[in-house]
């Protein structure tokens, strides 16, 4: 048995949030669970039982009750507490007190502040007395183009509060992109930035603002921030504008409109790599539900803890951190990059704002393992008591790594879920130990299972990920999709009745979990079968590199071909030497036949817009799909480096032209 990283005190597991709710299921519901797995068994089993306690232990208030839990247990087309009327915000200012701040915010150019929770409910009602004046209502689009800033949480707030239907991007998605998105969704009022600061370089984006307007025909009204230089004038913009200023002052008391539990709360998007972005629809309730559980019992979140996560208003990340509000945490936000002027920046932020959960992905932990930080050693990490993995998998030296430069006594919590739930299905959990490389636990009320190609559920091997019974959070519907076409062909067709999300997993015996990357581009070579993650653990551990991509083609032309594509150290080239410590890396680490085939040295590994590697449409580009078909430009954070794998499927003979 390998031996844990980091085991719970019995005082901390008595002191949990999780604790308290088992306590509670036990004086109320009668119910006595000696384990994590024990209620986690229950919770998937009693589905209607387990989702109507978190209903009730939470105390959530609804305008009009519920008349059922679930209807049927049927995916899709789940019908979650019908009957019910609600709404997000009002349960968000349910946690308003004068004891803690709501939020605290740094930026590159902004030094740290605070906002209370009655400035931020006085900022919420100006906002939300400004779209109600401009004729937004309930089912209306109010899209974001901003940072993560605390003006785009006002925005987002404030629409919801309305009954309308909120969606964002990033300001460093171009014009494509976020029109690919906004566009389908057809909305009445833009909120907007002037620009933003990344890395210490000052970007202006009022001219993509005006292209953004341009190709949104049913756009009235644009809200102007001038964030970037605050002299800034809408120069260029057209059409209507409100400024920020304006919107803020304009007096009304806060009104939460109470809509339907389905009612939609916001759009989010796929990562889009082929066709356009997947318009993924999620409602008031759904989300309130999903994200109380899982703040609360699997975050541990408690009312004045300060809350973290390095995101952008792009990633669904986002909006999992302004949730933390709903359990009366202080969420942190940041905007700029996490590398300037160094990669200590955001421990010096955790330092200042005494951050108590500290969330960011795997990537970046990775790129802090290269530096020269040492954030145990150079920064006041006392109030630290969690750490938050997700975006990709961490690997066993990232977990060691946490533990020996960050903090001895920490709870490293890896998830993965995914923007089409905006939630979890693997967590962690304040109950259970810590292993090296492993996800602690399935996440309540989520019966996840490893699937084998026959669709039988295994343990301790590899299996296709799939949620067995229906979850509150997943989509009501996408957008534009009127018959559930797209939405059963996005998770549906392989496993009828069952969610599958595109992932291979391995279930262990203690019920941990190892995710090994996207189903849909596995190793698969002599038959035994990988995940893309082992490969990048063992090539991005060496010195020389800092990312990597593999890509296996699967016997494609009658012999298997695997190449192996790295992004190396400024000053170094792809020597002999460095080729052959790859190759022996791999061979030692993993085994002789999932040694690459060549290997080849790229300025960037190509990753969609959410910072997704191009697995798949890289594949496609490499056995002769043309570009066109195999990736959507526009959906991607650095298209110009497809030509090159274009001039090698040509080498290979299977060119398909761009």
């Known amino acids: ?60 208030q609804a305008a009009t009750p519920y008349r059922e839990v679930l209807a049927e247990r049927r995916m899709p087309g789940a ?7 609600l709404n997000y915000v009002e349960h968000v200012f349910r946690q308003a007190n004068a004891d803690h701040p709501a939020l605290l915010f740094q930026a590159e150019r902004h030094a740290l502040m605070t906002l ?8 919420v009602a100006g906002v939300a007395a ?29 629409t919801a509060s309305l009954g309308a239907i909120w969606s964002s991007c990033s300001p460093d998605f171009g014009s494509p992109s976020v029109i690919d998105r906004f566009r389908q969704i057809e909305p009445k009022v833009l909120v907007t930035v002037d620009g933003y600061n990344y890395g210490g370089k000052a970007h202006d984006r009022r001219t993509t603002v005006a ?36 919107a803020l002052n304009t007096s009304g008391e806060l009104h939460c409109v109470p809509v339907p539990f389905d009612h939609p709360l916001w759009v989010l998007y796929s990562s889009g790599t082929t066709g356009l972005p997947k318009p993924i629809v999620q409602s008031h309730g759904g989300i309130l539900i999903q994200h109380l559980k899982e703040l609360s019992l699997h975050l541990d979140l408690k009312r004045g803890e300060r809350f973290f996560w390095f995101t952008t208003t792009g990633w669904m990340m986002w909006n999992l951190l ?22 200590g920046v955001l421990w010096q932020l955790a330092a200042a704002a005494g951050i108590t959960f500290f969330g960011t992905s795997a990537g970046y932990l990775t790129a802090l393992m290269k530096s020269e930080v040492l954030p145990g050693q150079q920064y006041d990490l006392s109030r630290l008591k969690g750490l938050g993995s997700t975006g990709s998998p961490l690997p066993p030296e990232g977990f060691a790594w946490a533990y020996a430069k960050i903090k001895a006594d920490l709870w490293l919590a890896s998830i993965s879920g995914g923007t089409d739930i905006c939630g979890c299905f693997v967590a962690g959990t304040p109950l259970l130990p810590v292993y090296s490389g492993e996800i602690q636990c399935r996440a309540l009320g989520v019966d996840v299972q490893a699937l084998d190609t026959d669709g039988n559920q295994v343990f301790g091997t590899m299996g296709e990920l799939v949620v067995a019974t229906p979850m509150p959070s997943m989509p009501i519907y996408f957008w534009n999709d009127p018959d559930g076409r797209r939405y059963r062909e996005s998770y549906f067709e392989l496993y009828p009745g069952k969610w599958r999300h595109g992932d291979w997993i391995v279930i262990n015996e203690r019920g941990g979990v190892v995710i090994y990357g996207r189903s849909d581009s596995t190793i698969n070579r002599q038959g035994v079968r990988m995940g893309s993650s082992e490969i990048y653990r063992v090539v991005e551990a060496l010195p020389e590199v800092l990312d990597s991509l593999v890509i296996d083609l699967e016997g494609l032309g009658g012999a298997s071909y695997m190449p192996l594509f790295v992004v190396l150290r400024a000053g170094l080239d792809l020597d002999a030497a460095i080729t052959q ?38 594949k496609k580009i490499l056995m002769g799909v043309p570009v066109a ?15 090159f794998f274009v001039a090698l499927a040509e080498r290979l003979g299977h060119s398909g032209g761009a």
């Not at 980091?6 to 901390?12: C, D, L, M, V």
């Open 1 to 60: 048995m390998p031996h844990p990283l980091w085991s719970p005190t019995q005082a901390s597991q008595e002191a949990s949030n999780l604790w308290a709710y088992m306590t509670w299921l036990r004086q109320t519901r009668g119910l006595e669970f000696v384990s994590y797995d024990a209620v986690w068994r229950w919770s998937v089993a009693h589905v209607e039982d387990f989702w109507a306690s978190i209903w009730d232990y939470f105390q959530i």
């Open 130 to 158: 400004t779209l109600r004046g401009l004729g937004v209502g309930p089912g209306d689009r109010v899209v974001g183009y901003l940072p993560n800033i605390p003006h785009a949480l006002v925005a987002f707030l404030a």
């Open 116 to 123: 209370s929770w009655a400035e931020l409910r006085a900022q």
């Open 581 to 618: 410590k790859i190759k022996q890396a791999i061979r030692t680490a993993l085994s002789p036949r999932h040694v690459p085939d060549e290997i080849f040295a790229i300025p960037d590994v190509p990753r969609t817009l959410s910072g997704k590697k191009l697995e798949v449409p890289v």
């Open 322 to 343: 302004v949730g933390g509000l709903l359990v009366g945490s202080t969420i942190v936000l940041y905007d700029g990059s996490p590398g300037h002027p160094d990669m």
């Open 211 to 246: 292209e953004i307007q341009t190709a949104l025909p049913t756009l009235q009204t644009t809200i102007f921030i001038p964030y970037l230089d605050p002299q800034a004038a809408p120069e260029g913009l057209q059409g209507t504008i409100v400024s920020w200023a304006s």
């Open 79 to 85: 019908q979650w507490f019908s009957g019910a009327t």
């Open 629 to 643: 078909q195999a990736a959507n430009p526009d959906s991607l954070k650095n298209p110009e480096l497809l030509p």
